[in-house]
DNA sequence: AATGAATGAGAGTTCATTCAT
DNA sequence: CATGAATGAACTCTCATTCAT
């Protein structure tokens, strides 16, 4: 069922055999609920050479988170191009985003799901990559806004909100197509961008949504 | 630190004890990492007496996300009064929403976090609490849209993805309003709603947004 | 092999068979190279249990010494009647600790060979233990001196050093008449006392042994 | 940390290396928590080759135990003028003895703790040494009993013990030394005379101590 | 209504040891 | 002469679960 049992290969590809069948089994399972059993025999080598190379389960998940958050936000900045208008920007990111999601739902479920469900030391990594995303977010939305020509300026902790609420948006979605047969990336991103770019746009204009008056 | 050792109780009160202590284990420590012993322990009670109530872990956990959901759902439609229109509708729903997940944070790591991360007989009870309160949303926008003179409805599905995207980034709110302190349920609620009525309305109207020309 | 199986045993009778099996296996086995799985089944309980009382085995081991290290102080205690004159009190003593490692070989091997080789924590029990015979002996040589009519005092590092010996002396054949067959706990008490009494008792008249003179 | 690196050095060299680092980690850790690994990294050599030198880490034990135990045997031989009174032999052997002790704790470690915890084969290793050694003190004894005119020979079994007891004494203070700061060899080796010589001095008078008489 | 006593099964981890080069 | 790559077996420890009272 594990990969093809090659034998005597360089430490750099082991690893990364390793790290292939951690996401997979961590994604799939949880962190607790792997074993490293399972996680050794996937990658078709013995236990303690696991153990060699990447020293603990802890080390092991890190280890994955630190290569799935790096591979999402690399594919999210070489999705978009700089030059562009911010909501090009944008729609370019979101679907880069979506499509790298889809194509690694493991790696998806490790960073969106494990990590933030297994203690600080892990949590803190993704934290630190959503951090780097939402402040993308959040300086794209202020360059819209300056693009709009919105006089008085848009205040920070606002933006701030809206980014996280955007970006939460985003990460839902992510895992709602991931689970959800016959939804594509392109139709998430889409979702996504209708369901909060006339919300940003009103906001941007100054339009602020308010509570109804309370009935008598 | 546990609960009060009182003896010889009616079985009624002490499953709640027990659930109350189930609840806060398994959300703060998570399904796996959560022991029976643990639990026990903070009811008040020997592990013997949880396993006569509640038979084994699992069934346990899945009596855990019942009575969670139960309340969750109970604490939206007591918010919501059903003649009011349907935009104060939604904003007292969201409200009552972010309210409880703040009271009950415990509950709502059981519901967002661990059940869906631990397999499908648990993922699918909080699925089914989901469905229903995506379907309120829906039924919503419906009645929101058709208030709103809208002739042609809006096709079904998409509908349905926006109160997906709707419920989701409420979700991720909730989870990070519980997270960050000094963010209030209120705050919470107002930043959705910010978010997200504006892109509804549009919507509404028939306004939908299209991606921007691709580039030469 | 191991102990009969009888189920169900006050906790307070079943420690004790844990700890015999511990004594047991430590002291031929060797803290590392004993192994928990041997101890349980010597001690007829499975592992669990070992480690549902005992903790760890650590916690095991460190029981261990103490409770032999107990065991022996109080055997030396008893073999002794205060009111006797102090060679008397001595030559009691020395009985008595023979026929106690005689007795116990496992314990004295735990207490004199394992415990000193594993680490500060262990050897600090031990040390303390031995640090009360030594106390003891150092007494005893004072009171004999005193009574001897040695008028200026022995100083004190001498005797402390000299009880160090006889107390090192007393060890060492100890293990080496349990290691002898037909070496018997009397036989070692009058080797000891032979070898060390003159000696102690000449020091106590103020003879001192010098080096002989440096040849040409 | 460990041996500096050198390359391509001819077998008998490098064993010495590896010996080296055996005694020491041996020594310091004990046989069984010892390592390969460590003593492998230590003496600068990679493990297969330890292997292919010393086969395996039960003969890497016992070529340090031959190590040793022909260090010091030759130590003390080399201590010893054979022309010179009985006595005086004696004190240039337990000097001779203390000074390499000193100068060799983890070889002594080796020898007396870790070799003699760990099984019939190690401690047979060990047991020829010492008896080595209480042969040539049995002898001493005898010399300097027929020098000293006794004339009904000292029964053999008498002047065995003896020597057990005077090299049981040795050993036990060679250790208290090593872990005693500031307790100089040549402190030890007057200790050590000091305690045993008058004993064995009166033993060769015909003097031999007796029980003290019950008490009523 | 409630529990002290007990365990089978499996987790993560480490170690002495060997190939293939 | 020397080693990077690899593993079988064993270890300590924990957990969900049950029996006898």
Redesign the interface.
Known sequence: MGAVKTKRMPRAVREQQMLDAAVRTFGQR?Y??ASMDEIAELAGVSKPLVYLYLNSKEDLFTACIRREAAALTEAVRAGVRPG??A??QL?DGVQAFFAHTAERPDGWSVLH??A???GEPFAAEVAAMRAEIVAFVTRLVAVAAREAHRDPDLPEDEVA??A??????A???A??ANATPGVTAR?AA??????????????MQG???T??AE?V
Do not use: K
Request: cysteine-free; charged content about 15%; overall charge negative.
């Open positions: 949880g607790m609920a562009l208008p909501d090009r729609w799901l494990q933030r469900t297994h909100g809206l996280e609420a955007l970006v939460g948006a990460e839902s979605l895992t709602w139709q889409l979702t996504l961008m209708n369901f909060a770019w006339a919300g940003l746009g009103d906001l339009r602020v949504w509570p109804p009935p």
